[in-house]
């Protein structure tokens, strides 16, 4: 029951986003909304982590099998990828090398304010 409970918890903040997603007019997943939604609520204290934590970790856990249908659509599509392959890389090493360097900023952000409390 206690899974289930924590399912739910993550499922309310999905909805929330979808709900933003729908009233807001950015071109923003609702998924981010849900996510970003979830974090202030961690960070606020609202929601507290073992709230959360073991219904966290097993969809962590099964992350990869939730890529599986979209992996299925891209081989449907091999053809209009091909015709793309040059902007669809520039975009992936991009975004790659944006990711990696906000993600780093983060974690030594983190890490500072640690050692600070």
């Known amino acids: ?12 903040f999905s909805l929330i986003g979808e709900f933003l997603h729908e009233l807001l007019p950015f071109p923003i ?3 981010v909304y849900g996510l970003v939604l979830l974090f202030i609520s961690l960070l606020a204290g ?14 962590l856990k099964i992350m ?7 992996v299925v659509k891209l081989m449907t599509i091999r053809d209009l990828l091909w015709e793309n392959i040059v902007p669809i890389l520039v975009i992936v ?4 090398v944006v990711v990696m360097v906000v993600t780093g900023q983060v974690a030594q952000w983190m890490i500072r304010r640690h050692k600070e409390l």
């Open 1 to 12: 029951m206690k899974s289930f409970f924590q399912f739910m918890v993550i499922l309310l």
């Open 29 to 31: 997943p609702a998924s």
């Open 46 to 59: 609202v929601i507290k982590l073992p709230q959360i934590e073991e219904a966290a970790d097993f969809l």
């Open 64 to 70: 990869p099998a939730l890529f599986i249908p979209s």
């Open 93 to 96: 090493l991009t975004t790659t």
